[in-house]
């Protein structure tokens, strides 16, 4: 067993362990999926400089697939390898994010409608229970609960679209940016809680009703709402220090 030690949302000084077999997967793999989600959750800021040394040594392992790691990353669009400079996490520019949102937009009310189409499946069912799971946080000011089961929302609906070309490109565009620290900044923000519990409702309703259009138009309108708080955060937060 190997165990990699990563930094909470809480901060640097309060760790957590994660316990990974490499029964299952390589140490590769397993030092990329640490990183990436390191990288995504925002446990290292965007620009932060990254040390192979430092990053073997945090992670048990040797720099070798560190660096391998590193080089998928980037690929990814995760971070940066400079030469005779290093390797950074990437910081988007605000053209960036607008663009990316406008293409989260496109892709997923795409999935929507064509889940919509596609009538009772086994997605739905969990479109619901995930719906439910929010209400449940929200009603418990469950934060970590609402993001969670938010995760769970859209992966049904993009999962419901029956489409893994879809699926697979906004997996891509989605992981150019540390989304989920995002999310938990977005819903900080004054009613913009009870405004997405609102939104998300809509968005079952009308995939119960099986309207394609409406699915389409509100799931559009719900990421547009979400982008537009996200990137007046996100520019307050990185381009106004």
């Keep these: 067993m190997v165990w990699y030690m990563v930094y909470g949302r809480e901060g640097r000084e309060a760790g957590g362990i994660m316990n990974l077999s490499v029964s299952t997967e390589s140490i590769h793999t397993q030092v990329t999926n640490v990183l990436r989600n390191a990288i995504v959750s925002g446990e290292f800021e965007l620009g932060e400089k990254l040390s192979e040394t430092a990053l073997a040594q ?3 392992v040797s720099r070798t697939p560190v660096r391998e790691a590193l080089k998928q990353l980037q690929q990814e669009g995760l971070v940066e390898i400079i030469p005779r400079v290093g390797t950074c996490v990437t910081k988007p520019t605000e053209k960036e994010i607008v663009e990316l949102f406008k293409l989260k ?21 969990e479109l619901i229970r995930a719906f439910k799971s929010m209400e ?7 934060i970590d609960g609402y993001v969670e089961a938010n995760d769970r929302f859209h992966e049904a609906i993009l ?15 989605i992981n150019q940016l540390p989304y989920k620290r995002f999310v938990y900044l977005t819903l900080g923000q004054p009613e913009r809680l009870q405004k997405s519990v609102e939104e998300h409702r809509k968005i079952v309703e009308v995939i119960q009703n099986q ?11 719900h990421v547009k709402a979400s982008g537009v708080k996200l990137i007046q955060i996100m520019k307050a937060e990185l381009y106004n220090k």
């Design 105 to 125: 937009e496109s892709l997923e009310g795409l999935a929507a409608g064509l889940m919509a189409e596609r009538g009772d499946i086994p997605e739905r069912t």
């Design 159 to 173: 999962k419901g679209s029956g489409n893994s070309k879809l699926l697979y490109h906004f997996n891509l565009l």
């Design 211 to 221: 309207d394609i259009q409406g699915a389409e138009q509100l799931m559009r309108e």
């Design 58 to 60: 945090r992670l048990g």
């Design 136 to 142: 449940e946080a929200v009603g418990k000011g469950n």
